[in-house]
Protein backbone atom coordinates (compact mmCIF):
# COMPACT_ATOMS: atom_id res chain seq x y z
CA UNK A 1 0.00 0.00 0.00
CA UNK A 2 1.21 3.24 -1.28
CA UNK A 3 1.55 5.71 1.93
CA UNK A 4 -0.36 8.97 1.42
CA UNK A 5 0.89 12.30 1.34
CA UNK A 6 1.69 14.61 3.58
CA UNK A 7 -0.85 17.60 3.73
CA UNK A 8 1.59 19.96 3.83
CA UNK A 9 -0.76 23.01 5.16
CA UNK A 10 -1.70 20.21 8.52
CA UNK A 11 2.29 20.35 9.56
CA UNK A 12 4.78 22.88 10.45
CA UNK A 13 8.58 23.16 10.63
CA UNK A 14 10.37 23.02 14.03
CA UNK A 15 11.79 26.26 12.42
CA UNK A 16 7.96 27.54 11.62
CA UNK A 17 6.72 26.28 15.07
CA UNK A 18 9.52 27.82 16.83
CA UNK A 19 8.98 31.48 15.28
CA UNK A 20 4.71 31.47 15.44
CA UNK A 21 5.62 30.11 19.27
CA UNK A 22 7.74 32.62 19.78
CA UNK A 23 10.15 29.36 21.33
CA UNK A 24 13.69 28.42 20.35
CA UNK A 25 14.05 25.65 18.14
CA UNK A 26 15.65 23.15 20.37
CA UNK A 27 12.81 23.86 22.81
CA UNK A 28 10.36 22.76 19.81
CA UNK A 29 12.33 19.80 19.42
CA UNK A 30 12.44 18.54 23.14
CA UNK A 31 8.68 18.70 23.55
CA UNK A 32 8.35 17.22 20.10
CA UNK A 33 10.47 14.45 20.81
CA UNK A 34 8.72 14.45 24.69
CA UNK A 35 5.39 13.50 23.23
CA UNK A 36 3.77 16.81 23.73
CA UNK A 37 4.23 18.27 20.06
CA UNK A 38 3.70 15.61 17.32
CA UNK A 39 3.71 14.76 14.31
CA UNK A 40 6.03 12.00 11.67
CA UNK A 41 9.36 12.50 11.29
CA UNK A 42 11.10 12.11 7.97
CA UNK A 43 12.88 8.58 7.93
CA UNK A 44 15.50 9.83 5.58
CA UNK A 45 16.77 13.52 7.15
CA UNK A 46 14.69 13.52 10.91
CA UNK A 47 13.03 16.21 9.80
CA UNK A 48 10.13 16.58 12.68
CA UNK A 49 6.88 17.66 10.94
CA UNK A 50 4.68 19.44 13.76
CA UNK A 51 1.20 19.03 13.67
CA UNK A 52 -0.98 22.32 14.09
CA UNK A 53 -3.85 20.06 16.17
CA UNK A 54 -0.83 19.53 18.73
CA UNK A 55 0.75 23.02 18.60
CA UNK A 56 -2.82 24.08 19.58
CA UNK A 57 -3.20 21.97 22.31
CA UNK A 58 0.06 23.41 23.29
CA UNK A 59 -1.20 26.54 23.24
CA UNK A 60 -4.00 26.13 25.26
CA UNK A 61 -2.66 23.62 27.69
CA UNK A 62 0.20 26.16 29.01
CA UNK A 63 -2.25 29.72 28.32
CA UNK A 64 0.27 31.40 25.84
CA UNK A 65 -0.44 34.58 24.84
CA UNK A 66 -0.53 33.36 20.78
CA UNK A 67 -3.42 33.90 18.41
CA UNK A 68 -4.46 30.45 17.71
CA UNK A 69 -5.32 32.13 13.91
CA UNK A 70 -1.91 32.21 13.29
CA UNK A 71 -1.77 28.17 13.81
CA UNK A 72 -5.19 26.69 12.96
CA UNK A 73 -5.93 26.67 9.22
CA UNK A 74 -9.86 27.45 8.35
CA UNK A 75 -11.10 24.88 6.02
CA UNK A 76 -13.88 26.59 3.75
CA UNK A 77 -15.99 24.39 1.35
CA UNK A 78 -17.39 25.67 -1.28
CA UNK A 79 -20.09 24.70 -3.74
CA UNK A 80 -20.06 26.98 -7.00
CA UNK A 81 -20.12 26.15 -10.61
CA UNK A 82 -17.54 28.48 -12.64
CA UNK A 83 -18.36 32.01 -12.48
CA UNK A 84 -18.38 35.17 -10.05
CA UNK A 85 -18.54 33.92 -6.53
CA UNK A 86 -16.07 30.68 -7.16
CA UNK A 87 -13.39 33.70 -8.45
CA UNK A 88 -14.01 35.90 -5.74
CA UNK A 89 -13.93 33.02 -2.66
CA UNK A 90 -10.75 31.70 -4.90
CA UNK A 91 -8.80 34.99 -5.02
CA UNK A 92 -9.52 35.43 -0.89
CA UNK A 93 -8.28 32.08 -0.26
CA UNK A 94 -5.31 32.48 -2.24
CA UNK A 95 -3.94 35.90 -0.62
CA UNK A 96 -4.64 34.08 2.89
CA UNK A 97 -2.39 30.93 4.14
CA UNK A 98 -5.00 30.94 6.88
CA UNK A 99 -7.45 30.08 4.81
CA UNK A 100 -7.95 26.28 3.03
CA UNK A 101 -10.43 25.48 0.24
CA UNK A 102 -11.91 22.70 -0.51
CA UNK A 103 -14.09 22.95 -3.72
CA UNK A 104 -17.49 21.08 -4.47
CA UNK A 105 -18.68 20.37 -7.98
CA UNK A 106 -22.21 19.67 -6.79
CA UNK A 107 -24.78 20.54 -3.96
CA UNK A 108 -24.33 16.49 -3.08
CA UNK A 109 -20.35 16.97 -3.06
CA UNK A 110 -20.67 19.88 -0.66
CA UNK A 111 -22.76 17.45 1.95
CA UNK A 112 -19.66 14.72 1.55
CA UNK A 113 -17.14 17.48 2.23
CA UNK A 114 -19.05 18.49 4.85
CA UNK A 115 -19.13 14.64 6.47
CA UNK A 116 -15.87 13.64 5.81
CA UNK A 117 -14.47 16.55 8.08
CA UNK A 118 -16.40 19.72 9.67
CA UNK A 119 -15.29 22.85 7.69
CA UNK A 120 -15.32 26.07 9.45
CA UNK A 121 -17.60 27.72 6.51
CA UNK A 122 -19.79 26.81 3.65
CA UNK A 123 -20.09 28.55 1.22
CA UNK A 124 -23.38 28.11 -1.17
CA UNK A 125 -23.96 29.52 -4.66
CA UNK A 126 -27.23 30.09 -5.54
CA UNK A 127 -26.88 28.62 -9.14
CA UNK A 128 -26.28 25.06 -7.58
CA UNK A 129 -28.03 22.62 -10.59
CA UNK A 130 -27.76 19.50 -9.37
CA UNK A 131 -30.23 20.02 -6.04
CA UNK A 132 -31.87 23.59 -4.70
CA UNK A 133 -29.30 25.23 -2.59
CA UNK A 134 -32.13 25.90 0.30
CA UNK A 135 -32.16 22.27 0.54
CA UNK A 136 -28.19 21.47 1.11
CA UNK A 137 -28.62 24.54 3.59
CA UNK A 138 -31.51 22.53 5.49
CA UNK A 139 -29.73 18.90 5.10
CA UNK A 140 -26.76 20.86 7.31
CA UNK A 141 -28.57 22.59 9.99
CA UNK A 142 -30.38 19.38 10.40
CA UNK A 143 -27.08 17.44 10.90
CA UNK A 144 -25.52 20.31 12.89
CA UNK A 145 -26.10 19.42 16.47
CA UNK A 146 -24.92 21.23 19.06
CA UNK A 147 -22.32 22.95 16.95
CA UNK A 148 -24.50 24.69 13.89
CA UNK A 149 -22.38 24.88 10.46
CA UNK A 150 -21.69 28.89 9.13
CA UNK A 151 -22.97 29.16 5.74
CA UNK A 152 -22.24 31.61 3.31
CA UNK A 153 -24.41 32.14 0.12
CA UNK A 154 -23.76 34.23 -3.20
CA UNK A 155 -25.97 35.54 -6.11
CA UNK A 156 -27.99 37.30 -7.57
CA UNK A 157 -30.12 39.95 -5.44
CA UNK A 158 -33.27 38.26 -6.06
CA UNK A 159 -32.44 34.73 -5.44
CA UNK A 160 -30.99 35.45 -2.29
CA UNK A 161 -34.47 35.41 0.12
CA UNK A 162 -34.91 31.79 0.40
CA UNK A 163 -31.19 31.08 1.30
CA UNK A 164 -31.81 33.38 4.41
CA UNK A 165 -35.20 31.58 5.21
CA UNK A 166 -33.52 28.66 4.69
CA UNK A 167 -31.21 28.96 7.51
CA UNK A 168 -28.19 31.00 6.12
CA UNK A 169 -25.81 32.96 8.00
CA UNK A 170 -25.37 35.70 5.74
CA UNK A 171 -26.12 36.25 1.53
CA UNK A 172 -24.31 37.96 -0.45
CA UNK A 173 -25.48 39.92 -4.16
CA UNK A 174 -22.15 39.02 -6.11
CA UNK A 175 -23.69 40.49 -9.24
CA UNK A 176 -24.19 43.88 -8.19
CA UNK A 177 -22.40 43.46 -4.57
CA UNK A 178 -18.53 44.33 -4.44
CA UNK A 179 -15.35 41.67 -3.67
CA UNK A 180 -15.06 43.49 -0.54
CA UNK A 181 -18.18 42.77 0.23
CA UNK A 182 -18.11 39.49 0.12
CA UNK A 183 -14.75 39.54 2.19
CA UNK A 184 -15.92 41.62 4.87
CA UNK A 185 -19.07 38.67 5.49
CA UNK A 186 -16.45 35.53 5.31
CA UNK A 187 -14.18 36.84 7.64
CA UNK A 188 -16.73 38.29 9.82
CA UNK A 189 -18.53 34.40 9.45
CA UNK A 190 -15.03 32.95 10.68
CA UNK A 191 -14.49 35.46 13.01
CA UNK A 192 -11.32 36.57 11.84
CA UNK A 193 -9.11 39.56 11.18
CA UNK A 194 -9.17 40.39 7.62
CA UNK A 195 -5.51 41.32 7.34
CA UNK A 196 -3.15 38.28 8.17
CA UNK A 197 -0.34 38.76 9.87
CA UNK A 198 3.31 39.17 8.34
CA UNK A 199 4.07 35.77 8.05
CA UNK A 200 7.52 35.91 8.81
CA UNK A 201 7.12 37.91 11.89
CA UNK A 202 8.05 36.62 14.91
CA UNK A 203 5.60 36.06 17.38
CA UNK A 204 5.91 39.32 20.79
CA UNK A 205 4.19 38.62 23.70
CA UNK A 206 1.72 40.87 24.81
CA UNK A 207 -0.29 40.76 27.83
CA UNK A 208 -3.52 38.49 27.59
CA UNK A 209 -4.92 39.26 31.00
CA UNK A 210 -5.23 42.35 33.41
CA UNK A 211 -2.40 42.43 36.53
CA UNK A 212 -3.44 42.86 40.09
CA UNK A 213 -1.13 44.41 42.38
CA UNK A 214 0.21 41.94 44.87
CA UNK A 215 2.67 41.67 47.88
CA UNK A 216 3.06 37.99 48.38
CA UNK A 217 5.78 36.02 49.59
CA UNK A 218 7.22 33.26 47.48
CA UNK A 219 9.35 29.88 47.52
CA UNK A 220 10.80 29.81 44.04
CA UNK A 221 13.16 26.64 42.58
CA UNK A 222 15.72 27.81 39.55
CA UNK A 223 16.26 24.65 36.92
CA UNK A 224 18.97 25.21 34.36
CA UNK A 225 18.05 24.25 31.12
CA UNK A 226 20.97 22.29 30.27
CA UNK A 227 21.18 20.52 33.65
CA UNK A 228 17.94 19.57 35.37
CA UNK A 229 18.90 17.70 38.14
CA UNK A 230 20.68 21.08 39.76
CA UNK A 231 17.87 23.15 40.98
CA UNK A 232 18.39 25.97 43.11
CA UNK A 233 16.55 27.26 45.86
CA UNK A 234 15.30 30.92 46.96
CA UNK A 235 12.91 33.57 47.73
CA UNK A 236 10.93 36.51 46.02
CA UNK A 237 8.18 39.01 46.34
CA UNK A 238 5.67 38.60 43.64
CA UNK A 239 4.39 42.32 43.16
CA UNK A 240 1.75 41.60 41.10
CA UNK A 241 -0.27 38.60 39.69
CA UNK A 242 -2.43 38.02 36.49
CA UNK A 243 -3.89 34.49 35.13
CA UNK A 244 -1.06 34.32 32.65
CA UNK A 245 2.06 35.40 34.79
CA UNK A 246 4.10 37.21 37.55
CA UNK A 247 6.26 39.83 38.33
CA UNK A 248 9.26 39.17 40.94
CA UNK A 249 11.33 41.21 43.16
CA UNK A 250 13.35 41.22 46.03
CA UNK A 251 14.99 37.74 44.35
CA UNK A 252 17.29 35.93 47.06
CA UNK A 253 18.79 32.97 46.14
CA UNK A 254 20.98 30.50 48.17
CA UNK A 255 23.41 30.17 45.87
CA UNK A 256 23.98 33.58 45.79
CA UNK A 257 23.00 34.58 42.10
CA UNK A 258 20.49 33.45 39.50
CA UNK A 259 22.26 31.14 36.25
CA UNK A 260 23.69 32.54 33.85
CA UNK A 261 22.26 30.92 31.18
CA UNK A 262 18.53 29.93 30.21
CA UNK A 263 16.62 28.28 33.10
CA UNK A 264 12.92 27.39 34.34
CA UNK A 265 11.79 28.55 37.21
CA UNK A 266 9.10 27.02 39.73
CA UNK A 267 6.81 29.72 41.79
CA UNK A 268 5.34 28.86 45.15
CA UNK A 269 2.93 30.87 47.12
CA UNK A 270 1.72 29.77 50.27
CA UNK A 271 -0.46 32.89 51.88
CA UNK A 272 -4.23 33.27 52.92
CA UNK A 273 -5.16 34.35 49.88
CA UNK A 274 -3.57 32.01 47.51
CA UNK A 275 -2.93 28.89 49.24
CA UNK A 276 -0.40 26.35 48.05
CA UNK A 277 -0.33 27.59 45.03
CA UNK A 278 2.48 26.63 42.26
CA UNK A 279 2.94 27.63 38.55
CA UNK A 280 6.14 26.32 36.21
CA UNK A 281 7.31 29.44 34.41
CA UNK A 282 9.98 30.91 32.19
CA UNK A 283 11.42 34.30 32.08
CA UNK A 284 10.16 37.13 29.28
CA UNK A 285 11.83 40.26 30.90
CA UNK A 286 14.91 40.79 33.22
CA UNK A 287 15.07 44.02 34.91
CA UNK A 288 16.82 45.99 37.12
CA UNK A 289 15.92 49.00 39.27
CA UNK A 290 18.19 48.90 42.11
CA UNK A 291 17.37 45.16 42.82
CA UNK A 292 16.65 42.22 40.04
CA UNK A 293 13.13 41.61 38.66
CA UNK A 294 12.06 38.78 36.80
CA UNK A 295 8.67 39.11 34.42
CA UNK A 296 7.77 35.43 34.22
CA UNK A 297 4.80 33.67 32.39
CA UNK A 298 3.12 30.58 33.53
CA UNK A 299 4.58 27.97 30.97
CA UNK A 300 2.43 25.07 33.17
CA UNK A 301 -0.58 25.56 35.57
CA UNK A 302 -3.11 23.44 37.09
CA UNK A 303 -7.04 24.96 36.12
CA UNK A 304 -7.24 24.97 40.25
CA UNK A 305 -4.50 27.39 40.94
CA UNK A 306 -5.25 29.82 37.63
CA UNK A 307 -9.09 29.80 39.34
CA UNK A 308 -7.36 31.21 42.47
CA UNK A 309 -6.14 34.02 40.49
CA UNK A 310 -9.63 34.90 38.85
CA UNK A 311 -10.75 34.91 42.28
CA UNK A 312 -8.71 37.66 43.20
CA UNK A 313 -9.39 39.09 40.75
CA UNK A 314 -13.04 39.12 41.29
CA UNK A 315 -12.50 39.82 45.40
Known amino acids: MRARPLKRETYLTTGEAAQWLGLSRSTISRRFDGGELTGPVNPVTGERLISRDSLLRFVRRHDLPVDTARI???RIVLGAPPGRLRERIDSI??????LRLDRAASGADVLVACGTERPDLVVLDAALDDMPPERVIRTLKARAGRRPYRILCGGPAGALPPLRRAGADAA???????A???SNVLYTLLDLPASPPPANRPMTYQRRW???????NARVRVTPDDTPGHAQGGTARVSDLSRGGARLTDIRMD????????????????EPALPAWKAVCRVVRLGSRGNLDLAVQFDSISDADRAKIAALHVG
Open 72 to 74: KTF
Open 93 to 98: VHDDDR
Open 172 to 178: VDTVHGS
Open 180 to 182: AAL
Open 210 to 216: SRLPVAF
Open 255 to 270: AGTLPAKPFRLILEID
